[in-house]
């Protein structure tokens, strides 16, 4: 059974760099058929896709246009888990982050396990 | 990015009721339309994928259709576990994004 254990603070400073880690269990980040993806839910923003890596004979990221400039996901093969960094965080970026697995299925893509989820509160 | 549009926002109903909650692409989507649903402190679970297909482990009661920009989802006799916030979501383009949300509260 795969599982995604997520970690990092849950308080972080305005200006200051949010870091989470996503540990996988029963599955590989580096297997060709599935990406890692980091998500955010907010009241005023919803569910909020935030970027993906994925492992495709090399190593490949999109992030979404909103956080693109702050935004790194970065896999971690020695430790089987991936990471996010959203740098000169703002209160704007307070939610609950959560990682998940996207696996292609039947042609489509779906998130098909999920992390626990980590509330990130930025404040001073 | 591709809006997602669900409708309605919220709906009461009783255990045993049929409830049907729709989504609306802003282009054709093809059939890459998943249904999540979201219990309070719980991430999402996936329902549905590619419009139509039931993930593993989803009880028979749901069911999903649509192509292009509408989609469906249902629920054919609502039970005491079903009361919660389902989201579509495209996976047609990235950013893969999601509808609003549809709360399903106990009338």
Known sequence: ???????????????????????????????????????????????????????????????????????????????????????????????????????????????????????VTVSS | DIQMTQSPSSLSASVGDRVTITCRASQSISSYLNWYQQKPGKAPTLLIYVASSLQSGVPSRFSGSGSGTDFTLTVSSLQPEDFATYYCQQSFNTPFTFGGGTKVEIK
């Not at chain 1, 935030?50 to 093969?77: C, E, F, H, M, Q």
């Not at chain 1, 703002?90 to 697995?101: G, I």
């Open chain 1, 1 to 119: 059974q795969v599982q995604l254990q997520q970690s990092g603070p849950g308080l972080v400073k305005p200006s200051q760099t949010l870091s989470l880690t996503c540990a996988i269990s029963g599955d590989s980040v580096s297997r060709n058929s599935a990406a890692w993806i980091w998500i955010r839910q907010s009241p005023s923003r919803g569910l909020e896709w935030l970027g993906r890596t994925y492992y495709k004979s090399k190593w490949y990221n999109d992030y979404a246009v909103s956080v693109k400039s702050r935004i790194t996901i970065n896999p971690d093969t020695s430790k089987n888990q991936f990471s996010l960094q959203l740098n000169s965080v703002t209160p704007e970026d307070t939610a609950v982050y959560y990682c998940a697995r996207l696996s292609m299925i039947r042609g489509g893509y779906g998130m098909d396990v999920w992390g626990q989820g980590t509330t």
